[in-house]
């Protein structure tokens, strides 16, 4: 299973295994406040398209084709949400206090769909 939250919000799945997946840090967040595996900043969209997309919600459904091509050119950045993912819960953690849509939630998707139509490991 996989959410999404911000890591504005101190209410998150129990039990669950949590990234931040964005490219930079938060700005006045603390690591040890935070509570987290990691930090997967390659698996974010890259710097060139998170400002095309400037969080216009006009480009929101070709921002996720292009963020979908990015992910599938680095498998290496995202198998390892997909195998925690197959073993509990996964929360991706984005750096807004807006819920519109973010790229944590297009991974989210994109990484549905993997878990849908990838065979399990034996």
Not at 15 to 42: I, M, Q, S, T
Not at 85 to 110: C, H, I, M, Q
């Amino acid at each position: 299973m996989i959410t999404v939250r911000s890591i504005y919000n101190p209410w998150g799945a129990p039990y669950a295994k949590r990234f931040l997946v964005e490219r930079r840090w938060p700005r006045d967040l603390d690591r040890p406040a935070l509570h987290f595996e990691g930090w997967l900043k390659g698996v974010a969209p890259s710097d060139e398209l998170r400002a095309w997309f400037a969080n216009d919600r006009t480009r929101w459904q070709e921002f996720r084709q292009r963020y979908f091509a990015e992910l599938d050119s680095h498998p290496d950045v995202w198998r390892v949400l997909l195998e925690e993912a197959r073993r509990g819960v996964v929360e991706l953690l984005y750096d807004s206090t807006d819920p519109r849509p973010n790229n944590a939630a297009a991974l989210k998707e994109y990484l549905e769909t993997k878990l849908s139509t990838a065979p399990r490991p034996a």
